[in-house]
């Protein structure tokens, strides 16, 4: 596949993105990053563009997370633990009412 490069300028800092995604793809990457750049320095007082970026990292990672958390149903420990408690009464249930 052909690589593609984008011109991208981000906190003071400008550098080229080479890839082989489709270019339309990358700017959307970017954009999106831009928004969650934009909404972390509106949420805190911070000033330093290192510090904005790597906040705006561990905020994406988190959404990561959780949408993976979502896709695959898993539950956290407390649900989990509820979940089996309430399949064991009904197969205690079942196993009352067959016998």
Not at 2 to 27: A, I
Not at 68 to 97: C, F, H, V, Y
């Amino acid at each position: 596949m052909p690589e593609n490069l984008l011109p991208v300028h981000l906190l003071g800092t400008s550098f080229s993105l080479k890839s082989t995604e489709n270019l339309d793809y990358l700017k959307e990457v970017v954009a999106y990053y831009e928004e969650k750049l934009d909404e972390t320095r509106r949420g805190v007082s911070l000033q330093d563009p290192l510090k904005i970026a790597l906040l705006t990292g561990i905020v994406l990672a988190d959404e990561l997370i959780k949408e993976r958390s979502r896709r695959s149903g898993s539950l956290s420990a407390p649900e989990a633990d509820e979940a089996e408690r309430i399949t064991q009464a009904l197969i205690d249930k079942i196993d009352s009412i067959l016998q």
